[in-house]
Each structure stands twice: as structure tokens, then as C-alpha cells.
């Protein structure tokens, strides 16, 4: 071997070496990435959850309230019609604040980094093909 076909191999290790790395750094990247994106999903199912519990607090308040002078008043309309309306809007609004937090919390769990291995399985792959064979 001579001196220029040594001084090429060693670039060309290098080169890899740079490469190799870069990757690494890549990967690594991609993977907080993703699982940034997965905790914010969970943060935000979290608080909306605790506002469906907070409509829920209130809206049976509002239906203790309803029931407590519907007894009082058994016979005539007076003022717990209006209380059961707003018990029924909390309610409704605790429905759809829970429903909205079940969707992003099963969206969001397991917080896997799924691009990332995906990635890295791909490049695995590549790198262990046998020279001049195309994908």
C-alpha cells in the first residue's frame, strides 16, 4: 500500500467517523423532538381533564341545589327549573372536556420515540447491505 492510498483510507475513515456521528447527533435530535411533542399531548389532556372535573364539581352542586328546592317547591315551577338547566350545561361541558382529554391522552401514551427508531432501523439496515446491491 502507498503513502497516497494510505493518506485516502484514513480520509475516508474520517469521513465516516463524521458522518457516523452526525447521524448519532440526528437521531438523538429527532428523538427529544418527538418526545416533546408527546408530553405537551399529555400536559394538555391533564388540564383539560382536571376542567372536566372542575364542570363536574359544580354542575352536581347545581343539581343538589336543583333537587333541594325541587323538594321544597314539589308542586309549583319556581326557581330550581333554572338550576337544573345550569346543571345540565355543566354537565354537558364536563361530558365534552372529558372526552376531549380521553382522545389526546391515548394519542399521547406510550411516549415512544417511533420516528427515530424507525430512522435508525433504516439506516441500520443500509449500512449492512452488501456493496454495490440498491435498496
Known amino acids: 500500500m502507498t503513502d497516497q492510498q494510505t493518506s485516502e483510507l484514513g480520509k475516508a475513515i474520517q469521513e465516516v467517523a463524521e458522518r457516523s456521528s452526525l447521524l448519532v447527533r440526528e437521531e438523538i435530535a429527532l428523538a427529544k ?58 354537565f354537558l361541558l364536563g361530558g365534552l372536556a372529558g372526552f376531549m382529554a380521553a382522545r389526546l391522552f391515548k394519542r399521547s401514551v406510550p411516549p415512544t420515540p417511533q420516528m427515530a427508531i424507525e430512522e435508525a432501523q433504516l439506516i441500520k439496515r443500509t449500512l449492512q447491505q452488501p456493496e454495490g446491491t440498491a435498496r
Not at 399531548?41 to 352536581?60: C, K, M, P, Y
Open 33 to 90: 423532538a418527538e418526545l416533546t411533542e408527546k408530553a405537551s399531548g399529555l400536559a394538555r389532556g391533564a388540564a383539560i381533564g382536571t376542567s372536566a372535573g372542575i364542570f363536574i364539581v359544580f354542575g352536581l352542586i347545581y343539581f343538589l341545589h336543583f333537587l333541594a328546592l325541587g323538594f321544597a317547591d314539589l308542586i309549583g315551577a319556581g326557581a330550581w327549573l333554572g338550576y337544573l338547566v345550569v346543571a345540565g350545561v355543566l
